[in-house]
């Protein structure tokens, strides 16, 4: 069974601070690697990573993959009040098919105070 | 360009209530997709579709049902509501299997 862990479950900082926060996967077949950020509603599209070494960037927000040791980041710099959210790592289920049915880590719940 | 859009956004059902929450999209995705999230679990997914006519189970499908008789719509079909079916749901779409998913609002359900 495909699984996705993320770590740690919730974190508070202080604005200005940088937050790493952790996915590690066991999928079968893997393709990619998502990270969405989800605020009030429904999450949203951060990065798509399918090779391990490169480095995905988004002004502040940065991800890199490792395909060895099964696990990616997602860094924050400077961190702002708006980047508060829960951010979710996702990895699409494989199977010989290709309708990606996303299996998603529990999420990392993030508060950055003023 | 609405892109996916969910009805309603809140719902209160009584135990054994049936309802039908409503997706649809419209940049003519082929693949769909509903899932809940229940807090501190992250998403599971429910239901899929993969094109018009064609629907299959997701991780946690019992209680539900969906058809997909046009691309643009892919209703979620409660027939007896249970507490334990509390939770926020949300739709997705994408084109094709490589490419992102993109999700509606979310329909908050609580069952009493």
């Known amino acids: 069974e495909d699984k996705v862990v993320q770590s740690p479950l919730s974190l508070v900082v202080h604005e200005g601070d940088t937050v790493t926060l952790n996915c590690s996967y066991e999928?079968?077949?893997?393709?990619?690697l998502l990270w969405y950020k989800q605020e009030k509603k429904a999450p949203t599209f951060l990065f798509m990573l399918t090779s391990s070494g490169i480095e995905k960037k988004s002004g502040r927000l940065s991800s890199i993959l490792d395909k060895k040791e099964l696990f990616s980041i997602l860094n924050i710099t400077a961190t702002q009040t708006g980047d508060s959210a829960i951010y979710l790592c996702?990895?699409?289920?494989?199977?010989?098919?290709?309708?990606?049915?996303?299996?998603f880590g529990q999420g990392t719940i993030l508060t950055v105070h003023p | 360009n609405a892109g996916v859009t969910q009805t309603p956004k809140f719902r209160i059902l009584k135990i054994g209530q049936s309802m039908t929450l409503q997706c649809t999209q419209d940049m003519n995705h082929n693949y769909m997709y509903w899932y809940r999230q229940d807090p501190g679990m992250g998403l599971k997914l429910i239901y899929y579709s993969v094109g018009a006519g064609i629907t299959d189970k997701g991780e946690v499908p019992n209680g539900y049902n969906v058809s997909r008789s046009t691309t643009e719509d892919f209703p979620l079909r409660l027939e007896l509501a249970a507490p334990s079916q509390t939770s926020v749901y949300f739709c997705a779409s994408k084109a094709g299997p490589q490419e992102t998913q993109y999700f509606g609002p979310g329909t908050r359900l609580l069952v009493l």
């Open positions: 999928v079968t077949n893997f393709r990619s």
């Open positions: 996702a990895a699409p289920n494989a199977g010989g098919t290709s309708y990606g049915k996303l299996t």
